[in-house]
């Protein structure tokens, strides 16, 4: 199974940019489809982003769409999220996610292997 670490998370003001990645070792990552979620406090782990396992195709909820963007590098078995424009309601823990069928999935039931989560705070 691969496992997933989360990075780059952290304190940004409103309207910065931060940069996550995610790292897998173990498995075929370039086989998997891939994805952000995120969770604030109290809430429900919600969907973020999502991409196909060769990156030619990704899936964006409506809330961060034309904010961020997601890619991945698949020789070194690493994702990435780019969040621009940041506001304090995207402050949330960010979790990837890996989904060995290599689906383009956005239920978070898709996904098998998940990581840790990295903080994201975005201060007003």
């Known amino acids: 199974q691969v496992q997933l670490v989360e990075s780059g998370g952290g304190l940004v003001q409103a309207g910065g940019s931060l940069r996550l990645s995610c790292t897998a070792s173990?498995?075929?990552?370039?086989?998997?489809?891939l994805a952000w979620f995120r969770q604030a406090p109290g809430q429900e782990r919600e969907f973020v982003s999502s991409?196909?396992?060769?990156?030619?195709?990704?899936y964006v909820a409506d809330s961060v769409k034309g904010r961020f963007t997601i890619s991945r590098d698949n020789a070194k078995n690493t994702m990435y999220l780019q969040m621009n424009s940041l506001k304090p309601e995207d402050t949330a823990v960010y979790y990837c996610?890996?989904?060995?069928?290599?689906?383009?999935?956005?239920?978070?039931?898709?996904?098998?292997?998940w990581g840790q989560g990295t903080q994201v705070t975005v201060s007003s």
């Open positions: 996610a890996a989904d060995e069928l290599g689906r383009l999935a956005y239920r978070r039931a898709d996904f098998g292997s």
């Open positions: 173990g498995g075929t990552f370039s086989t998997y489809g």
């Open positions: 991409i196909s396992w060769s990156g030619s195709t990704t």
